[in-house]
């Protein structure tokens, strides 16, 4: 299998600042994750966005008019307004390991992340619709694709059967949307308690560490 990576960094704090405690969390446990792909493994292909310094645009009326446009009948004006969604989709297409990292923000992703979903996912380029499909008639045009989620977050317990399942909206919407990137496969490691500052934050983010490591290598026979 080609191992050709599409990078998506979502919080708005860089990995690196003068001061230490500034550091995003989630972009640094994606970092040691893609450098421990390269000690072990080949790359054929690394194609890197942090949307959340630089965000795509939110989708408006116009790009909705565009989009249910038949492609031989767009303007020139639409097409420019479905450039970027184009290139973003593209950038999907052509990988075969999505790593998605995000802060959690307000229970779920940053606004920012999800304005690139909303020009991802997208009518007869991602998904086709078909009433004849009953009572689920999406159905995704892309497959085989992995997913590895990183995310970060102040407080804890979003997990299955934890203390906050119920407010938990970040890990299980990138879960149900991946699916329209033709996700199959899931991967997680989930950094918590950074708000707490205490113990469980450090135990936490080495775990998230040694977890990024241990995906590399639960990969590596399928890519080398
Ligand atoms: C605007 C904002 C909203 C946040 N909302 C939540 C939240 O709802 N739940 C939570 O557990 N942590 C929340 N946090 C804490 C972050 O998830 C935490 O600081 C995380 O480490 C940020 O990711 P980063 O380190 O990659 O920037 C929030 C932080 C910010 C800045």
Redesign the pocket.
Known sequence: MMSKILHI?????AAINANPNH???????ASRLINSWKQQLPIHEYIYRDV?MNPPPFINQDWIDAVFTPDNKRTEAQRDVLSISDQLIAEVSSSDILVI????????M?AQLKAWFDQIIRINKTFDFDLARGDFPLQPLLAAKILIII??????G?EKDGI?HD?SHLVPHIRTLSKYLGVEKIYEIT??Y??FGDHRHIESLENAFQKAEEVVSKLADSFR
């Open positions: 960094d979502a919080s708005v704090r550091n995003s969390i989630s972009k640094n446990i959340g990292s995000s802060p959690m923000y307000n229970y779920g940053p995310t970060s977050s102040g407080e804890f979003f906050r407010m950094s918590e950074q708000e």
